[in-house]
């Protein structure tokens, strides 16, 4: 409710309707140090700030995207259809709005593969989103 995104029920509903033979890219996001937001700036700042990352979301994303709040700070966006070059610009949307922002955010992306389970490309997307969170760390 606070931030306007599809919650995890609603994710978990619209996974079960997928069909891997459409194009499906899975991007799994991330805020990173809510916490330290929460404890140093109060909840209404962690809560503005989940909120302005949601914003910086939906206008990196295209029509043919949904975008769940999965945990806490936690989202992720599932493209049906479109080309590699779209995904490619949403990744490059999220970066460029990303740095403009006060929020880091970390992103990894994956595309379901013929003969896999939604679970193996969510997984994969994960692990790109924590390897991503990794490299921002060191900067």
Known sequence: VLTGALNRFSFYADIQQLNPKNRVTVFSIDLNDLKVINDTKGHMEGDKALCDVVKILRESIYRNCRLYRVGGDEFV???????????????????????????????????????????????????????????LKTV
Do not use: H
């Open 77 to 135: 966006v599932i493209c049906i259809g479109g080309t590699p070059e779209e995904t490619e610009q949403i990744m490059q949307n999220l970066t460029e709005k990303m740095k403009q922002s006060p929020y880091q955010f970390a992103v990894g992306c994956s595309e379901w593969k013929s003969g896999e389970q939604f679970d193996d490309v969510y997984i994969r997307a994960d692990r790109e989103m924590y390897a991503n969170k990794r490299v």
